[in-house]
């Protein structure tokens, strides 16, 4: 869930400390003028392969955005765009929180993005959660700051009245977010951020490693409090480890010590980029989008051109909008689940639910069809039983089965 949907605004200010022709700007400046949402109907899984087949799994309330496998019960918690926070039995749904009231939803890439289980979850009972902060519709002065915050769970369920805001990231745009969070199981944590929205980085944050947007962050936790792995700079840069991103919307890491980034692009271009997980890169973004030179007038035909700046890192895949193709959905690196998915990182295109594999030899990469599920892909998932799970952007959630 990647771009923008065009929208007209009518603003009437009669008193207000941000002028009528400041909200057009911001509003205008979220739009991205070769991008129309689709619209939002319950297409259900029907994979085009042999090979593969689906069934409903569960059912959320909303956009589900990322599950995990719980560390001591045999359950999976699914966190929903809509701020709801659900465990899942196999047989039973059952609310776990409800973020509702501290998160923004005024647009189709906000509210609740991430979570994840502290290191030490079976001593500390503590998961971190990612969201864009509430925030007024319509406009005012903080359009869609990115949060992390940490929240206890006692038993079995979030209480509120625990949470902290550990950090917060302004934007000036609603879109282009990131949000997911994944734990090191070392205590240390990556979050990735967007590059503050808007088309074309209007901002320049892609470029600039000192502002966070368009980053991966990498951070530790503990005691209630989030503190840089770094110490390069002695302040917020050392949070830095990866930049030039545009909306890392999903990413993974395999048992290599990878970093699988499937980065959202503009116009024209998807990509996933592969590094040492904490070997500091440049995406390139937005100098670059997936291997080509970026330019916003550009009719999409260009050839690759040849990277000729060492310090940017080019994708290791890239695919282009054509066949219905719009937006990037990151999944995992598979070391579970389907035994003809095993040992490659899997990805899938939100507008047309094509889903993919990446493979490596002696060659290089190798990218290959796997089939189209037909449905709005937003994520994927583990199961309980390490089923491979298709999240749909209407709140199904899908297990895709070798037939």
Same mark, same amino acid.
């Given at each position: 869930?990647?771009?923008?949907?065009?929208?007209?605004?009518? /603003?009437? *200010?009669?008193?207000?400390?941000?002028?009528?022709?400041?909200?057009?700007?911001?509003? @205008?400046?979220?739009?991205?003028?070769?991008?129309?949402?689709?619209?939002?109907?319950?297409?259900?899984?029907?994979? %085009?392969?042999?090979?593969?087949?689906?069934?409903?799994?569960?059912?959320?309330?909303?956009?589900?955005?990322?599950?995990?496998?719980?560390?001591?019960?045999?359950?999976?918690?699914?966190?929903?765009?809509?701020?709801?926070?659900?465990?899942?039995?196999?047989?039973?749904?059952?609310?776990?929180?409800?973020? $509702?009231?501290?998160?923004?939803? #005024? =647009?189709?890439?906000?509210?609740?993005?991430?979570?994840?289980?502290?290191?030490?979850?079976?001593?500390?009972?503590?998961?971190?959660?990612? +969201?864009?902060?509430?925030?007024?519709?319509?406009?005012?002065?903080? *359009? $869609?700051?990115?949060?992390?915050? &940490?929240?206890?769970?006692?038993?079995?369920?979030?209480?509120?009245?625990?949470?902290?805001?550990?950090?917060?990231?302004?934007?000036?745009?609603?879109?282009?977010?990131?949000?997911?969070?994944?734990?090191?199981?070392?205590?240390? +944590?990556?979050?990735?951020?967007?590059?503050?929205?808007? &088309?074309?980085?209007?901002?320049?944050?892609?470029?600039?490693?000192? @502002?966070?947007?368009?980053?991966?962050?990498?951070? &530790? +936790?503990?005691?209630?409090?989030?503190?840089?792995?770094?110490?390069?700079?002695?302040?917020?840069?050392?949070? /830095? *480890?990866?930049?030039?991103?545009?909306?890392?919307?999903?990413?993974?890491?395999?048992?290599?010590?990878?970093?699988?980034?499937?980065? /959202?692009?503009?116009?024209?271009? !998807?990509?996933?980029?592969?590094?040492?997980?904490?070997?500091?890169?440049?995406?390139?973004?937005?100098?670059? !989008?997936?291997? =080509?030179?970026?330019?916003?007038?550009? %009719?999409?035909?260009?050839?690759?051109?040849?990277?000729?700046? $060492?310090?940017?890192?080019?994708?290791?895949?890239?695919?282009?909008?054509?066949?219905?193709?719009?937006?990037?959905?990151?999944?995992?690196?598979?070391?579970?689940?389907?035994?003809?998915?095993? @040992?490659?990182?899997? +990805?899938?295109?939100? #507008?047309?639910?094509?889903?993919?594999?990446?493979?490596?030899?002696? @060659?290089?990469? !190798? &990218?290959?069809? /796997?089939?189209?599920?037909?449905?709005?892909?937003?994520?994927?998932?583990?199961?309980?039983?390490?089923?491979?799970?298709?999240?749909?952007?209407?709140?199904?959630?899908?297990?895709?089965?070798? $037939?």
């Amino acid at each position: 869930m990647n771009h923008n949907k065009a929208f007209i605004i009518v /603003v009437v *200010l009669l008193s207000a400390s941000v002028s009528g022709y400041e909200l057009y700007q911001r509003y @205008n400046a979220e739009e991205e003028p070769r991008f129309q949402w689709p619209d939002k109907v319950d297409i259900p899984c029907n994979p %085009d392969s042999t090979e593969f087949d689906c069934e409903v799994y569960a059912q959320v309330s909303s956009t589900p955005v990322k599950s995990l496998q719980h560390p001591t019960n045999n359950e999976i918690w699914i966190a929903a765009l809509n701020g709801i926070i659900a465990s899942w039995d196999g047989t039973t749904m059952t609310e776990i929180g409800n973020l $509702s009231d501290v998160i923004s939803n #005024c =647009h189709n890439e906000q509210g609740l993005l991430g979570f994840e289980f502290t290191h030490d979850f079976s001593s500390s009972q503590e998961i971190l959660l990612s +969201y864009t902060e509430n925030a007024d519709c319509e406009g005012g002065s903080n *359009l $869609s700051g990115m949060v992390i915050a &940490s929240v206890e769970v006692v038993d079995n369920k979030i209480n509120m009245n625990s949470l902290v805001e550990l950090r917060t990231i302004a934007k000036e745009n609603r879109n282009h977010n990131g949000g997911n969070l994944h734990s090191l199981n070392d205590g240390t +944590y990556l979050w990735s951020l967007g590059d503050g929205g808007g &088309s074309s980085d209007p901002y320049g944050n892609g470029q600039n490693v000192h @502002n966070p947007l368009g980053t991966i962050q990498y951070f &530790s +936790y503990g005691d209630k409090m989030i503190e840089p792995v770094f110490d390069n700079y002695g302040n917020d840069t050392d949070y /830095v *480890l990866h930049h030039g991103l545009r909306n890392p919307w999903k990413f993974d890491t395999d048992n290599q010590g990878r970093l699988w980034i499937a980065d /959202v692009g503009q116009y024209c271009f !998807e990509e996933v980029n592969v590094v040492p997980m904490l070997t500091q890169s440049n995406f390139g973004w937005s100098e670059r !989008e997936g291997m =080509h030179i970026y330019d916003p007038s550009d %009719d999409c035909s260009s050839p690759p051109d040849a990277l000729t700046d $060492s310090s940017l890192t080019d994708p290791i895949i890239e695919y282009p909008h054509v066949g219905g193709n719009c937006s990037i959905t990151g999944g995992f690196w598979m070391d579970w689940g389907p035994n003809s998915l095993q @040992n490659s990182y899997i +990805y899938g295109d939100f #507008c047309t639910g094509s889903i993919w594999q990446i493979t490596e030899s002696s @060659n290089g990469f !190798e &990218s290959n069809y /796997v089939t189209s599920v037909g449905t709005y892909i937003t994520g994927f998932g583990q199961g309980i039983n390490n089923e491979l799970l298709i999240f749909s952007w209407t709140g199904e959630i899908y297990n895709l089965f070798e $037939s």
